[in-house]
């Protein structure tokens, strides 16, 4: 994870920080829900052409990083973190931050049965990291999140960098 400037207002480096600390965790929220989707499909349509590769225990995390950052900028603008930071403060759960995280991390992307586009992109990506069809679909990846999420107040260079990075790969003008 990035800890930088996702959106106006995100500055609550603390809060940041925290989603950093259970970085691989959330992570592997995100691929077991993809995992879980593709091989439910697999399942559905009785079709071997679409036969779930095991995943490999360890991947290229860059290659959904962006993806997981704009989610993690998402809970942020989403959350009210100074009430979230005061109960952490006086409850019992030493990670009640991360936890609330990962718990809504968990339900976003359980969601996405509604956004078979999401799953599919990272379905390609982990099946050909670091190769151009690959790249392709961490571009479709952001500018899903991106549109997913147009009531974030993005920064104006995530806005660009994802517009961009898609228009290069898929050779469309998004002006």
């Keep these: ?7 106006k207002g995100d500055d609550d480096d603390f809060i940041k920080l925290k989603q950093h600390d259970v970085y691989d965790r959330a992570l592997t929220t995100i691929i077991h829900n993809v995992y879980k989707y593709t091989k439910a499909a697999k399942i559905i349509i009785d079709c071997d052409l679409i036969e779930p590769p095991d995943w ?7 290659t959904i990083q962006p993806g997981h950052d704009k989610l993690a900028a998402v809970w942020r603008n989403k959350t009210n973190l100074e009430k ?13 931050i991360e936890t609330n995280w990962l718990n809504w991390l968990h339900v976003e992307t359980t969601d996405w049965i509604s956004e078979p586009q999401l799953i599919g992109a990272i ?6 990291q670091n190769k151009k069809i690959g790249y392709q679909h961490e571009a479709l990846l952001n500018y899903l999140l991106i549109k997913r999420f147009s009531f974030v107040p993005w920064v104006d260079s995530q806005l660009y960098a994802a517009k961009k990075d898609y228009e290069t790969h ?5 002006s």
Excluded at 123 to 128: A, M, P, T, V
Excluded at 170 to 174: A, E, M, R
Aim: charged share 20%; net charge negative; hydrophobic share 35%.
């Design 170 to 174: 898929y050779g469309t003008n998004l």
């Design 84 to 96: 979230l930071k005061a109960h952490a403060a006086t409850c019992e759960e030493p990670d009640f």
């Design 56 to 62: 490999p225990e360890s991947f290229d995390h860059r």
């Design 1 to 7: 994870m990035i800890v930088g400037t996702s959106f």
């Design 123 to 128: 379905y390609k990506i982990l099946l050909n």
